[in-house]
């Protein structure tokens, strides 16, 4: 997931990669954006643009690690499974690197509110895999997706709408429920 932290082989990341960048439904793609973890203490976080600080990420050799957004690049995604995930972002830290790789590459600052309310339906099914997955088995993902892309798409459809997203979340969890107890 975006804003994941990772040690592999190769040195710690941060994953950069979209949350819809990451798969082609069900599948990874074989690549993912990561920004490498270095050790970088700054005072003041306004500006810095080029970097995304992680305070209390336990990177081994590291006390104050930030993500280098200068020096993203793709990493096989087979890397990043191999690894080791010690952190993950909560949602307002995943805006927050959004807001940063933004304003590097394109020096526009992307309110956080926006960010939110764009970043809501996809980290709801974020959420939603997550919980699929745990109760169900990685072997049950594309149930997920049939589910989601089923009945004219109609629950994808309900997460996009704020209105509507707790009705698409109730029915997926209810589904996990009605699976679990069969």
Do not use: Y
């Not at 336990?58 to 990043?80: D, H």
């Not at 709801?124 to 919980?131: D, G, I, K, P, S």
Request: charged fraction near 25%; proline fraction near 7%.
């Amino acid at each position: 997931m975006q804003g994941d932290v990772i040690i592999t082989g190769v040195g710690p990341v941060c994953v950069c990669s979209h949350a819809c960048s990451i798969r082609r439904g069900a599948q990874l793609h074989d690549t993912q954006i990561v920004a490498p973890i270095r050790d970088h203490d700054v005072p003041r976080w306004h500006g810095s643009f080029d970097w995304m600080p992680l305070p209390g990420a336990p990177v081994p050799g590291i006390p104050n690690p930030a993500a280098c957004i200068r020096e993203l690049r793709s990493e096989q995604t087979a890397e990043l499974q191999a690894g080791e995930r010690v952190a993950v972002m909560a949602d307002a830290g995943i805006h927050l690197l959004q807001q940063r790789i933004a304003h590097h590459v394109s020096r526009v600052i992307i309110g956080l509110r926006d960010l939110a309310e764009h970043s809501a339906p996809v980290l709801a099914e974020v959420e939603l895999h997550e919980e699929w997955v745990q109760s169900l088995g990685k072997s049950a993902e594309d149930e997920l997706h049939q589910l989601l892309e089923g009945d004219d798409r109609k629950l994808r459809e309900w997460l996009k709408e704020p209105r509507t997203r707790p009705q698409a979340m109730r029915a997926v969890r209810q589904e996990i429920r009605r699976r679990k107890n069969s």
